[in-house]
């Protein structure tokens, strides 16, 4: 399968959306199709053998649409782009206003003649004198509004003859009726009917397309700052880079850098690709990346990633990811992504927004009609109906609701170092009930470290520690390998090792400065004859506190023991906490003994530990929890909680973790902390309350404002609905659907 993203030219609402899906999801070999009216994108995956790209070209451009394909590395110039099409829409606005202030003064002013306002008696004169000047001189004015608003009546009719009508159609056909009734008008008036000159709806036209106008310039401002966050990601690689080329530093484009460049950064300056350092010290400000604010201390063969500021020292690293294989373009591929996606809630609306626009042109039809012949009502009054139910109809504010939402929501994650890959992954988090964590590398550091170090028969902790980690220098073993590592953080010398075994689940052996040197488990100990009595009982309190003991005997004799544990990271327990406050059930998975598993979920508060679960079967603990009726959350870092991430309702891989892992979560956390599990869920829940105000508020407008103005109100002695006061409400529904979207933007995780 393949996946092209194309962008859409010309979509005005969410019945646009629903034709290009419908036209896309009947062609043989499209999989799906997901329009978003808020990115103007189409997602479609598609099976090449089947069908072409081409053929998927024609299939939108036969809609009406057109289209381009979108380029990652476009997304500066499509911020342009927006603020373009902002200056656009706000020339139109005041070319209207120009014209449609004078056209509304006209109009109204002579029926308040009794005021003192300017010229009010003089056009009440012009109107009972000579009513064909006064009518010409309204159609001269609205004349220029309607080429302003010209797109309203080419898309609309367009795709009313395509029998695909949209929120266009509306507009066309209801300040069409009016324009064409008030033409009909002037002909009675120039047949000497003077009394037609009260039958003028030019005003209402008029202001109809510059209400709509100044909604379309609110909406495209509010559109371009939910996109704010995918620009600032695009905006932070810096334009070159400093490499080093035979001894001499050379300032190129970014774009030329290559894998195993040694680049020079120096302070104040961006990292300019991913790398590691081979040599200097710094700290890095990587908050751009992580949401981190405090910067991060880096040392030879410490990674670094594009975007981020060295603050303090020169460095020197190795290129090791370029182009779009950075961190960073990572991040801007998930972020656009999960923006360009659907949330299953949206479904609802879809379906509705593709039946919207042709049941409102027969509910204004049906209103005019039934006025006309069955309320005894005149032909003007009809109209009045029959305009405003088409006006104040808005299927734009049920195609924002969702999408807006999402894209603010994922924005704010991404700015706070959660990556979220598509909108189901958020609509999802808030019904999460169960948080399984596996601990080596998510709960704990995943890097063992000594803990103790006892020594016995006269040798000093150090003494021991230095003739532990010679021995265990040739090993490959991690438990060796930590106590290597703090041999070395306390300056001691390592000592060459002579004939060394590795002894496969037990230990090592080898000499060292003359010394037959055994280390490892009890059972390995007990193999070799050498008593243990003294330190039983220090090492089953080790045991109990998720230690792992590891005995020395030097020459036969017990010399001590040296404990190794992977440590807890300092934030989980925290997490924990924080989880529980929100009435989750956390569970532990690991591969560990049931002790050692114990004794951590002990110390950070874990509910429930499920231990010595083999790889392939953590996947299958998870589907065991999920046909128990929990939606579950899996959060892991390794390739071999990939499966268990697959499965899981939601995935959550930790950012240090592999990139497998990566690839099969839903939600990344960038930075490694535990407590971001609980951010995740609180902006799922904070997105998903705002796409249901969004839904409940485009869904009620429609539902109250559509009677409204068919007269229901009127039937019953209430006011009548102004076509005009129709388009301000119309206008304004999209942008507080908006606006309410936005404020998502205030999000901060607790």
């Given at each position: 399968?393949?996946?092209q993203?194309?962008?859409?030219?010309?979509m005005?609402c969410?019945?646009?959306?629903?034709?290009?899906?419908k036209v896309l999801?009947?062609?043989?070999?499209?999989?799906s199709?997901?329009?978003?009216l808020?990115t103007?994108?189409?997602?479609v995956v598609?099976?090449?053998?089947?069908?072409r790209?081409s053929?998927?070209r024609e299939?939108?451009?036969?809609?009406?649409f057109g289209i381009?394909?979108t380029?990652k590395?476009?997304?500066?110039?499509?911020?342009?782009?927006?603020?373009?099409?902002?200056k656009?829409?706000?020339?139109?606005?005041?070319?209207?206003?120009?014209?449609?202030?004078?056209?509304?003064?006209?109009?109204?002013a002579?029926?308040?003649?009794?005021?003192?306002?300017?010229?009010?008696?003089?056009?009440?004169g012009?109107m009972?004198d000579?009513?064909?000047?006064?009518?010409?001189?309204q159609?001269l004015l609205?004349?220029?509004?309607?080429?302003?608003?010209n797109k309203?009546?080419t898309i609309?009719?367009?795709?009313?003859?395509?029998?695909?009508?949209?929120?266009?159609?509306?507009i066309?056909?209801?300040?069409?009726a009016a324009?064409?009734?008030?033409?009909?008008?002037?002909l009675t008036?120039?047949?000497?009917?003077n009394a037609?000159?009260h039958?003028l709806y030019?005003?209402?036209a008029?202001?109809?397309?510059?209400?709509i106008?100044?909604g379309?310039?609110?909406?495209?401002i509010?559109?371009?700052r939910?996109?704010?966050?995918?620009?600032k990601?695009?905006g932070?690689?810096?334009?070159?880079?400093?490499?080093?080329?035979?001894?001499?530093?050379e300032?190129?484009p970014?774009?030329?850098v290559?894998?195993?460049?040694?680049?020079v950064?120096?302070?104040?300056?961006?990292?300019p690709v991913d790398g590691?350092?081979?040599?200097?010290?710094t700290?890095?400000?990587?908050s751009?990346?992580?949401g981190e604010?405090?910067?991060?201390?880096?040392?030879?063969?410490?990674?670094?990633?594009a975007?981020?500021?060295?603050?303090t020292?020169?460095i020197?690293?190795?290129a090791?990811?370029i182009?779009?294989?950075?961190?960073?373009?990572?991040i801007?591929?998930?972020?656009?992504?999960?923006q360009?996606?659907?949330?299953?809630i949206?479904?609802?609306?879809?379906?509705?927004s593709?039946?919207?626009?042709?049941?409102?042109?027969?509910?204004?039809?049906?209103a005019g009609?039934?006025?006309?012949?069955?309320?005894?009502k005149?032909?003007?009054?009809?109209?009045?109906?029959f305009?405003s139910v088409?006006v104040i109809a808005?299927p734009c504010?049920l195609?924002?609701?969702?999408?807006?939402?999402?894209?603010?929501?994922?924005?704010?994650?991404?700015?706070?170092g959660?990556?979220?890959?598509?909108?189901e992954?958020?609509e999802?988090?808030?019904?999460?009930d169960t948080?399984?964590?596996?601990?080596?590398?998510?709960?704990?550091?995943?890097?063992?470290?000594?803990?103790?170090?006892?020594?016995?028969?006269?040798?000093?902790?150090?003494?021991?520690?230095?003739?532990?980690a010679?021995?265990?220098k040739?090993s490959?073993?991690?438990?060796?390998?930590?106590?290597v590592?703090?041999?070395?953080e306390?300056?001691?010398e390592?000592?060459?090792?002579?004939?060394?075994n590795?002894?496969?689940?037990?230990?090592?052996?080898?000499?060292?400065?003359g010394?037959?040197?055994?280390?490892?488990?009890?059972?390995?100990?007990?193999?070799?004859?050498?008593?243990l009595?003294e330190?039983?009982q220090?090492?089953d309190?080790?045991?109990t506190?998720?230690?792992?003991?590891?005995?020395v005997?030097?020459?036969?004799?017990?010399?001590?023991?040296?404990?190794v544990?992977d440590?807890t990271?300092a934030?989980?327990?925290?997490?924990?906490?924080?989880?529980?406050?929100?009435?989750?059930?956390?569970?532990?998975l690991?591969?560990d003994?049931?002790?050692?598993?114990?004794?951590i979920?002990?110390?950070?508060?874990i509910?429930r530990?499920?231990?010595?679960?083999?790889?392939?079967?953590?996947s299958?603990?998870?589907?065991?929890?999920?046909?128990?009726?929990?939606?579950?959350?899996m959060?892991?870092?390794?390739?071999?909680?990939?499966?268990a991430?697959?499965?899981?309702d939601v995935?959550?891989?930790?950012?240090?973790g592999?990139d497998?892992a990566m690839?099969?979560?839903?939600i990344v956390?960038?930075r490694s902390?535990l407590?971001d599990v609980?951010a995740?869920?609180?902006?799922?829940?904070?997105?998903?309350?705002?796409i249901k105000?969004n839904?409940?508020?485009?869904?009620?407008?429609?539902?109250?404002?559509?009677?409204?103005?068919?007269?229901?109100?009127?039937?019953?002695?209430?006011?009548?609905?102004?076509?005009?006061?129709?388009?301000?409400?119309?206008?304004?529904?999209?942008v507080?659907?908006?606006?309410?979207?936005?404020r998502l933007?205030?999000?901060?995780p607790?």
């Amino acid at each position: 399968m393949k996946k092209q993203t194309l962008k859409i030219d010309g979509m005005t609402c969410a019945a646009c959306a629903a034709r290009i899906e419908k036209v896309l999801k009947r062609l043989d070999g499209v999989e799906s199709a997901a329009v978003n009216l808020a990115t103007e994108k189409a997602t479609v995956v598609y099976d090449p053998e089947k069908v072409r790209s081409s053929d998927i070209r024609e299939a939108i451009e036969r809609t009406g649409f057109g289209i381009s394909e979108t380029n990652k590395a476009d997304a500066k110039n499509e911020g342009g782009a927006q603020n373009e099409n902002v200056k656009i829409l706000r020339t139109k606005l005041i070319l209207a206003a120009i014209f449609a202030l004078p056209l509304l003064y006209i109009s109204m002013a002579p029926m308040m003649e009794f005021t003192s306002l300017p010229f009010a008696t003089n056009l009440h004169g012009m109107m009972a004198d000579r009513p064909l000047q006064y009518a010409l001189a309204q159609l001269l004015l609205v004349v220029p509004i309607m080429i302003v608003g010209n797109k309203f009546y080419t898309i609309g009719f367009k795709a009313l003859l395509r029998r695909s009508p949209n929120m266009d159609s509306l507009i066309a056909i209801g300040t069409g009726a009016a324009v064409t009734y008030s033409v009909y008008s002037i002909l009675t008036i120039f047949s000497g009917d003077n009394a037609a000159v009260h039958s003028l709806y030019f005003e209402t036209a008029g202001v109809i397309i510059t209400l709509i106008l100044l909604g379309k310039t609110l909406e495209a401002i509010s559109k371009g700052r939910t996109g704010e966050a995918i620009r600032k990601l695009v905006g932070l690689a810096p334009k070159t880079a400093i490499i080093i080329r035979d001894n001499i530093e050379e300032e190129i484009p970014i774009g030329d850098v290559k894998i195993g460049d040694i680049v020079v950064v120096k302070p104040g300056s961006k990292i300019p690709v991913d790398g590691t350092v081979t040599d200097g010290n710094t700290a890095i400000d990587e908050s751009m990346l992580t949401g981190e604010s405090m910067p991060v201390d880096k040392r030879i063969g410490d990674p670094v990633y594009a975007a981020s500021l060295n603050t303090t020292g020169a460095i020197t690293f190795k290129a090791e990811k370029i182009g779009s294989d950075t961190v960073l373009a990572q991040i801007i591929k998930f972020v656009e992504d999960a923006q360009g996606s659907k949330a299953p809630i949206a479904k609802t609306a879809d379906v509705v927004s593709s039946y919207f626009v042709p049941i409102v042109v027969i509910i204004a039809v049906s209103a005019g009609i039934a006025w006309f012949f069955g309320g005894g009502k005149d032909v003007e009054f009809a109209l009045t109906i029959f305009i405003s139910v088409l006006v104040i109809a808005c299927p734009c504010a049920l195609g924002l609701a969702t999408p807006t939402s999402i894209m603010v929501g994922t924005g704010k994650g991404a700015e706070n170092g959660i990556l979220i890959k598509n909108g189901e992954a958020l609509e999802t988090a808030h019904k999460i009930d169960t948080v399984i964590l596996d601990k080596t590398g998510t709960i704990t550091e995943g890097r063992p470290k000594v803990t103790d170090v006892i020594a016995v028969k006269g040798m000093g902790s150090d003494r021991l520690l230095q003739v532990a980690a010679s021995a265990e220098k040739a090993s490959e073993h991690p438990l060796g390998q930590a106590i290597v590592t703090e041999a070395q953080e306390r300056g001691l010398e390592i000592m060459a090792a002579e004939n060394f075994n590795s002894i496969t689940g037990h230990g090592v052996e080898a000499i060292v400065d003359g010394m037959k040197v055994i280390i490892g488990n009890r059972r390995l100990m007990e193999e070799r004859n050498v008593p243990l009595r003294e330190l039983i009982q220090y090492t089953d309190g080790l045991a109990t506190d998720g230690k792992t003991p590891m005995y020395v005997a030097v020459d036969g004799e017990l010399a001590g023991v040296v404990a190794v544990a992977d440590i807890t990271k300092a934030s989980s327990k925290a997490a924990v906490e924080g989880l529980h406050k929100m009435g989750l059930t956390v569970i532990m998975l690991t591969g560990d003994d049931k002790k050692t598993a114990n004794a951590i979920a002990k110390q950070i508060g874990i509910d429930r530990v499920s231990a010595d679960v083999l790889p392939n079967d953590k996947s299958k603990e998870v589907k065991k929890l999920q046909e128990d009726g929990h939606v579950v959350a899996m959060v892991g870092d390794g390739i071999n909680d990939a499966p268990a991430l697959a499965q899981a309702d939601v995935g959550i891989a930790i950012g240090s973790g592999t990139d497998v892992a990566m690839e099969s979560a839903d939600i990344v956390l960038m930075r490694s902390d535990l407590r971001d599990v609980s951010a995740a869920i609180q902006l799922s829940k904070k997105t998903m309350r705002n796409i249901k105000e969004n839904l409940t508020w485009a869904f009620g407008y429609n539902a109250i404002l559509i009677p409204v103005a068919a007269g229901v109100l009127y039937i019953f002695g209430g006011p009548l609905l102004s076509p005009m006061l129709a388009a301000a409400a119309m206008s304004l529904s999209s942008v507080s659907v908006l606006a309410n979207a936005l404020r998502l933007k205030l999000f901060k995780p607790n």
